[in-house]
């Protein structure tokens, strides 16, 4: 983020207070309120979440210790505590609420289907009984590529029912990408669906399953089983493939839940850092469960009426925590939806917000961004009165667009939720609660009770306000992740770095605070991308580049983007004449869809530009910083005099394509 972004977001003086009616009905109720549980929680750490534990959660073996930190970072929270995730979202609303309507699933050809809590559990039992009839078992993972539908909230419940753990890749991602999520976690088998459907058109999941077993070294994945969406062709397998709807056809409607240990680990979510590889995010059942079922709380001010509706897709962290767990854990009604917010036109969010009569919505940035150029308007033509909070999350949401959220969808009467949160840290840390924090655009305001965030500088002194610096959680809390997946090391050396003798938990972010001790995130710290609200690592696009055989090298850079935060411009260098005209074209086309198809299409890069060498120091160092300049077409300010090979900047800020 540029200084001039830094110095606009400071002198952002626009605040927005809390209505009165509001803050008296919301679960936290005003700053004293809040004030009071954050001097609970400063006053009697453990005493605090473990009373929360036990509101939020219902146990089958009560805990007595609260948290561990006997084995520093490695954490644990109420660990002689035993629980079962599935039972907490559904089976204890059976007696007081069977007949609500846990899902309102809308497809993308605007089918709706609604499900209440009774045919939920009926169904994840079945499920449950039909994973437990292909010896799958407590602790063995399961990969899930579905797409967003009942039957994968079916799916991720009935793998926690059983004390199974799940893996789920987003639908985007390639058959690569599942292959190498499938041998990480070592996954027994995959859950999958023929296609999925969005903005009108099949996309074929099953094959990209099939794809990625064929590329060798899967052995531990014995089956595959196949929700039909579509009817759309499959191939098929016999012996190891089988359709969903014939595994849970005879099957049981109870299973008795597999009581876990509190630590028990619930999933694992792959994530990408500033390594080529992804990283496997692995969390706890209960302290995870804890906070998704407290946020829905305190920053959603969760009602038994509320019609709750999370956009995100379960392939994300955020699919998680607010379409599979946190919903259900407090028993509320939720919208899922199938398919694409321009699809068939771009007024769909507002018609389904409408037609479903939603209460809250929580969004991505980059999405209000592209609605607004599509349909600033749009909204107004909706009835879009029984909202009464939004949020954001993801990424950074720009002052502008805020406001046009604020008035035109929530109408000057909604607050907003700007949320801040990771894949690592399981739920909300840091976010207004809306009937407590006046909002500020741009600022995701103050941390939750509980989280102790700080700015620091590199030496860990806490910087002053108005002064830029690095974002870290200086205590652990339930919801963190616990380790990474098989590589117990990269978790302590990435979240836990001696520069601060492995005391705090490094966010990642960089981040400023105001006098008021507001928040503002200023973008990541390390070489991770953050494109459209998704996470993306420099290396691994670089990996996936340099793994093509025309590529001899290739360096990547993220550029502010209007639409989506940042977009991904890589410079290449060929094994071949640097291309020119059309051939260049033509080449940035063939890489484009390289990169789709190693890692995903949200990876793919904006830009390609080509050169006949990277700008490199002496001593080899590709030098990032100066890319970084080129990609924004920024005047070349820095001292270039010790890069090796002056000449090849004019090519590079040549872009073809
Ligand atoms: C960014 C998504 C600004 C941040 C839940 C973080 C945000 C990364 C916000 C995590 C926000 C998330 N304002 N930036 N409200 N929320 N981020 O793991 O850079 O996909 O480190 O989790 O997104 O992305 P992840």
Same mark, same amino acid.
């Given at each position: 983020?540029?200084?001039?972004?830094?110095?606009?977001?400071?002198?952002?003086?626009?605040?927005?207070?809390?209505?009165?009616?509001?803050?008296?009905?919301?679960?936290?109720?005003g700053?004293?309120?809040?004030?009071?549980l954050?001097?609970?929680?400063?006053?009697?750490?453990?005493?605090?979440w473990?009373?929360?534990?036990?509101?939020?959660?219902?146990?089958?073996?009560?805990?007595?210790r !609260?948290?561990?930190?006997?084995?520093?970072?490695f954490?644990?929270w109420?660990?002689?505590?035993?629980?079962?995730?599935?039972?907490?979202?559904?089976?204890?609303?059976?007696?007081? @609420?069977?007949?609500?309507?846990?899902?309102?699933?809308?497809?993308?050809?605007?089918?709706?289907?609604?499900?209440?809590?009774?045919?939920?559990?009926?169904?994840?039992?079945?499920?449950?009984?039909?994973?437990?009839?292909?010896?799958?078992?407590?602790?063995?993972?399961?990969?899930?590529?579905?797409?967003?539908?009942?039957?994968?909230?079916?799916?991720?419940?009935?793998?926690?029912?059983?004390?199974?753990?799940?893996?789920?890749?987003?639908?985007?991602?390639?058959?690569?990408?599942?292959?190498?999520?499938?041998?990480?976690?070592?996954a027994?088998?995959?859950?999958?669906?023929?296609?999925q459907?969005?903005?009108?058109?099949?996309?074929?999941?099953?094959?990209?399953?099939? $794809?990625?077993?064929?590329?060798?070294?899967?052995?531990?994945?014995?089956?595959?089983?196949?929700?039909?969406r579509?009817?759309?062709?499959?191939?098929?397998?016999?012996?190891?493939?089988?359709?969903?709807?014939?595994?849970?056809?005879?099957?049981?409607e109870?299973?008795?839940? $597999?009581?876990v240990?509190?630590?028990?680990?619930?999933?694992?979510?792959?994530?990408?850092?500033?390594?080529?590889?992804?990283?496997? !995010?692995?969390?706890?059942?209960a302290?995870?469960?804890?906070?998704?079922?407290?946020?829905?709380?305190?920053?959603f001010?969760?009602?038994?009426?509320?019609?709750?509706?999370?956009?995100?897709?379960?392939?994300?962290?955020?699919?998680?925590?607010?379409?599979?767990y946190?919903?259900?854990?407090?028993?509320?009604?939720?919208?899922?939806? $199938?398919?694409?917010?321009?699809?068939?036109d771009?007024?769909?969010?507002?018609?389904?917000? @409408?037609?479903?009569?939603?209460?809250?919505?929580?969004?991505?940035?980059?999405?209000?961004?592209?609605?607004?150029?599509?349909?600033?308007?749009?909204?107004?033509?909706?009835d879009?009165?029984?909202?009464?909070?939004?949020?954001t999350?993801?990424?950074?949401?720009?002052?502008?667009?805020?406001?046009?959220?604020?008035?035109?969808?929530?109408?000057?009467?909604?607050?907003?939720?700007?949320?801040?949160?990771q894949?690592?840290?399981?739920?909300h840390?840091?976010?207004?609660?809306?009937? !407590?924090?006046?909002?500020?655009?741009?600022?995701?305001?103050l941390?939750?009770?509980?989280?102790?965030?700080?700015?620091?500088?590199?030496?860990g002194?806490?910087?002053?306000?108005?002064?830029?610096?690095?974002?870290?959680?200086?205590?652990?809390?339930?919801?963190?992740?616990?380790?990474?997946?098989?590589?117990?090391?990269?978790?302590?050396?990435a979240?836990?770095?001696?520069?601060?003798?492995?005391?705090?938990?490094?966010?990642g972010?960089?981040?400023?605070?105001?006098?008021?001790?507001?928040?503002?995130?200023?973008?990541?710290?390390?070489?991770?991308?953050? !494109?459209?609200?998704?996470?993306?690592?420099?290396?691994?696009?670089e990996?996936?580049?340099?793994?093509?055989?025309?590529?001899?090298?290739?360096?990547?850079?993220g550029?502010?983007?209007?639409?989506?935060?940042?977009?991904?411009?890589a410079?290449?260098?060929?094994?071949?004449?640097?291309p020119?005209?059309?051939?260049?074209?033509?080449?940035?086309?063939?890489?484009?869809?390289?990169?789709?198809? $190693?890692?995903?299409?949200i990876?793919?890069?904006?830009?390609?530009?080509?050169?006949?060498?990277?700008?490199?120091?002496?001593?080899?160092?590709?030098?990032?910083?100066?890319?970084?300049?080129?990609a924004?077409?920024?005047?070349?300010?820095?001292?270039v005099?010790?890069?090796?090979?002056?000449?090849?900047?004019?090519?590079?800020?040549?872009?073809?394509?």
């Amino acid at each position: 983020m540029s200084d001039q972004t830094i110095e606009s977001l400071s002198q952002e003086k626009r605040l927005f207070a809390p209505d009165a009616q509001f803050v008296k009905q919301a679960n936290v109720s005003g700053m004293v309120a809040y004030q009071a549980l954050c001097a609970e929680a400063q006053r009697d750490y453990s005493g605090f979440w473990a009373r929360h534990a036990r509101e939020q959660l219902t146990w089958q073996n009560p805990f007595t210790r !609260v948290l561990d930190e006997s084995n520093a970072p490695f954490f644990k929270w109420f660990e002689d505590g035993t629980l079962n995730a599935s039972y907490n979202c559904l089976d204890r609303h059976l007696a007081t @609420q069977p007949d609500k309507i846990a899902i309102i699933f809308e497809a993308d050809d605007g089918t709706v289907t609604r499900i209440t809590y009774r045919e939920l559990h009926r169904r994840v039992c079945m499920m449950a009984n039909g994973l437990k009839s292909l010896a799958i078992k407590k602790g063995d993972r399961v990969l899930i590529y579905m797409p967003m539908s009942i039957e994968v909230v079916i799916a991720m419940q009935a793998c926690a029912r059983i004390g199974a753990i799940h893996s789920v890749v987003f639908g985007g991602f390639s058959a690569k990408s599942v292959h190498e999520r499938i041998i990480d976690a070592g996954a027994v088998a995959v859950l999958t669906a023929d296609e999925q459907m969005r903005g009108g058109k099949a996309i074929p999941l099953k094959t990209a399953v099939d $794809e990625a077993l064929a590329l060798g070294g899967c052995e531990c994945v014995k089956q595959v089983v196949v929700y039909r969406r579509s009817g759309g062709p499959v191939q098929w397998s016999d012996g190891r493939d089988r359709w969903l709807h014939d595994l849970v056809s005879n099957q049981p409607e109870t299973c008795a839940p $597999e009581w876990v240990s509190a630590e028990h680990p619930l999933f694992i979510l792959y994530t990408s850092g500033s390594t080529g590889k992804p990283k496997g !995010v692995q969390h706890s059942t209960a302290g995870f469960l804890l906070h998704a079922a407290l946020t829905m709380r305190w920053t959603f001010d969760y009602k038994k009426h509320d019609v709750f509706w999370c956009t995100a897709d379960v392939g994300w962290v955020t699919g998680h925590t607010y379409v599979c767990y946190g919903p259900l854990a407090v028993g509320a009604t939720q919208i899922m939806f $199938e398919g694409v917010p321009t699809y068939p036109d771009a007024g769909r969010f507002w018609r389904m917000i @409408q037609d479903h009569q939603a209460t809250v919505f929580y969004t991505a940035p980059t999405a209000i961004r592209s609605l607004i150029k599509l349909g600033a308007t749009l909204p107004n033509n909706y009835d879009l009165s029984r909202l009464r909070i939004l949020g954001t999350v993801g990424e950074p949401i720009n002052p502008e667009a805020w406001m046009w959220y604020y008035e035109t969808v929530g109408k000057s009467r909604c607050p907003i939720v700007d949320t801040w949160w990771q894949t690592e840290t399981g739920g909300h840390l840091i976010t207004p609660l809306p009937g !407590v924090t006046p909002l500020k655009p741009g600022s995701c305001t103050l941390p939750l009770p509980g989280i102790m965030a700080d700015i620091v500088d590199e030496t860990g002194q806490s910087v002053e306000p108005g002064k830029g610096g690095i974002l870290v959680i200086k205590r652990p809390w339930p919801s963190m992740l616990r380790t990474i997946w098989g590589n117990p090391e990269r978790y302590k050396n990435a979240y836990f770095p001696e520069e601060f003798q492995g005391k705090y938990y490094l966010a990642g972010d960089g981040a400023m605070r105001d006098e008021n001790g507001y928040y503002t995130i200023m973008g990541r710290i390390d070489d991770v991308l953050n !494109v459209a609200g998704h996470r993306l690592g420099t290396m691994e696009i670089e990996s996936a580049l340099v793994a093509n055989k025309l590529v001899a090298e290739a360096a990547v850079v993220g550029r502010p983007d209007d639409l989506t935060g940042e977009a991904v411009v890589a410079f290449v260098v060929l094994k071949q004449t640097r291309p020119m005209g059309e051939d260049a074209k033509a080449m940035v086309r063939q890489l484009q869809e390289w990169v789709s198809h $190693e890692i995903g299409p949200i990876a793919k890069p904006k830009e390609i530009r080509f050169g006949e060498n990277l700008p490199k120091t002496r001593s080899g160092k590709i030098m990032r910083r100066l890319l970084r300049d080129i990609a924004k077409g920024n005047e070349i300010t820095q001292d270039v005099s010790t890069l090796e090979n002056p000449a090849i900047l004019q090519q590079l800020k040549d872009p073809q394509g």
